[in-house]
């Protein structure tokens, strides 16, 4: 496949949310954005004769053959993203499975089991909080009631937004007979780090996911006015934010681990008053699961610590957490010996991690010049994707005969 018809198929999806003239995407599950994303994958795989269904849990799938056939092989990714986020996490699996499809019939594979390209929703957990949660849902590993309790930073419901889509949110929950039916799944993602570039080749194929976790710090304290009240006086939950992300970074430096804060919430979020309360999101991650506790140990220990010194209260609530994921599977060491390309681990999470625990799994990533994701600057060179499409192509084709 030429980079341009990969790109002609690419500009047809390209501009949907986004919002910055910076290239920054906004497209958060079941908004207006998230439905027109929704309904271009819907033609697109009707343009293909592909027979597209909505399960249980929101997630989109498109049919080469019969949905209900035994060992289908799955290829896909989500359309969701992360505020102002790049334009290839997610839509690059989606788009590349399409035209994976298109190259199936020009090559006059005829396979033997259905194949199917998926969307599934909520990957970022960027609206709900919780990452991967179609893919969870789909797999029993997140509770469907707890998922009726997700509400966003508006107060929206998750079963408001789904009901607004069209979809009964009292079906969520586990799908265990389309997962049994599923043979194999292989994720096609844009690299989120530079190790490609630094290789030089143009695709990859993954060797592990990271464990990861979010956990909510709520820190509590004493609103005062922030010009008569004494700095001797104060029980200010900021300060003891600041200590705590300043503890992240050290002990994430310290364990050879990786620890962010990126998103918090002040209240009142006044300029002239002392906060009372303040909520920090912490995303943290390392190279295995007992390093990622004693991580999130010592950054929760350095925040009650100084929260003591502060005259103010810290709770910590754990949002989601992901084991480590090993792709080493048959699919996966198909996938390095027939494309031939490095293996490597990603400390980024996907729904390739939540499926490899049920199905037997594979992760391709395309190359990503700049390194950088979950902002503007994500990218991949057409022609790269076009090897990327050739070489998920090549795997599927081996899979489905
Ligand atoms: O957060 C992640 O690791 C993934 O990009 N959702
Ligand atoms: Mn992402
Ligand atoms: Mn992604
Ligand atoms: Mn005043």
Redesign the pocket.
């Given at each position: 496949m030429g980079a341009e018809r990969f790109a002609a198929l690419w500009g047809s999806l390209s501009p949907v949310g986004r919002v910055g003239d910076d290239g920054g995407y906004v497209r958060h599950s079941w908004t207006d954005t998230d439905l027109v994303c929704r309904e271009w994958f819907v033609e697109e795989a009707l343009d293909r004769d592909l027979e597209v269904e909505i399960d249980r849990n929101g997630n989109l799938w498109a049919w080469w053959g019969e949905p209900e056939g035994e060992g289908a092989v799955v290829t896909g990714s989500h359309l969701d993203s992360?505020p102002h986020g790049g334009a290839y996490?997610g839509p690059l699996g989606v788009v590349s499975g399409l035209l994976a499809i298109d190259r199936l019939r020009e090559r006059g594979v005829t396979p033997s089991r259905p194949i199917a390209v998926v969307v599934f929703t909520e990957?970022?957990?960027a609206r709900f909080g919780v990452?991967?949660l179609g893919s969870r849902l789909l797999t029993g590993a997140y509770d469907p009631a707890q998922a009726l309790r997700l509400r966003d930073r508006d107060g929206t419901w998750l079963a408001d937004a789904m009901g607004r889509a069209g979809l009964d949110p009292d079906r969520l929950g586990p799908d265990p007979e389309r997962l049994a039916r599923i043979g194999a799944f292989v994720e096609l993602h844009v690299e989120?780090g530079r190790a490609l570039d630094h290789l030089d080749a143009p695709i990859g194929v993954a060797s592990s996911i990271w464990p990861?976790g979010r956990y909510r710090f709520d820190f509590t304290g004493e609103g005062n006015h922030a010009g008569t009240t004494r700095m001797a006086d104060r029980h200010d939950p900021m300060l003891t934010l600041a200590h705590t992300v300043v503890a992240a970074d050290v002990a994430a430096r310290t364990h050879g681990a990786h620890a962010t804060v990126g998103r918090v919430d002040v209240a009142p979020n006044a300029t002239n008053a002392i906060a009372a309360r303040a909520s920090a999101w912490l995303?943290a991650?390392a190279a295995d699961t007992d390093t990622l506790q004693k991580l999130v140990d010592s950054i929760r220990q350095r925040a009650e610590e100084r929260a003591r010194h502060d005259g103010t209260r810290v709770a910590v609530a754990t949002e989601s957490l992901t084991g480590e994921v090993g792709f080493n599977g048959d699919v996966s060491r198909l996938a390095a010996l027939e494309l031939n390309a490095p293996v490597l681990p990603t400390?980024?999470?996907?729904d390739a991690g939540v499926l490899a625990g049920h199905v037997d799994t594979a992760m391709l990533f395309v190359r990503n010049p700049s390194g950088i994701?979950?902002a503007p600057q994500e990218s991949a060179s057409d022609a790269d994707c076009a090897v990327g499409v050739e070489k998920l192509t090549d795997l599927l084709a081996r899979l489905c005969q």
């Open positions: 992360v996490d990957e970022e957990g990452p991967c989120q990861h995303d991650r400390g980024a999470g996907h994701s979950h």
